[in-house]
């Protein structure tokens, strides 16, 4: 299934690394009240 979208494995483990370090950078920032908390995870 993977081959067929052009991705490995090192890719897709990149891809969920990079999703969970989104997630946890907006979780921080909406525990911090930050105003629009959505743009914390845009540097990611």
């Known amino acids: 299934m ?3 979208l052009g991705l490995d494995r090192a890719a897709l483990l990149h891809g969920l690394r990079l999703a969970l370090a989104a997630a946890i950078a ?3 920032a ?3 009240h930050v105003g629009n908390a959505y743009w914390a995870a ?3």
């Open 2 to 4: 993977l081959a067929t």
């Open 26 to 28: 907006f979780a921080i």
């Open 30 to 32: 909406s525990f911090l």
């Open 42 to 44: 845009m540097p990611v």
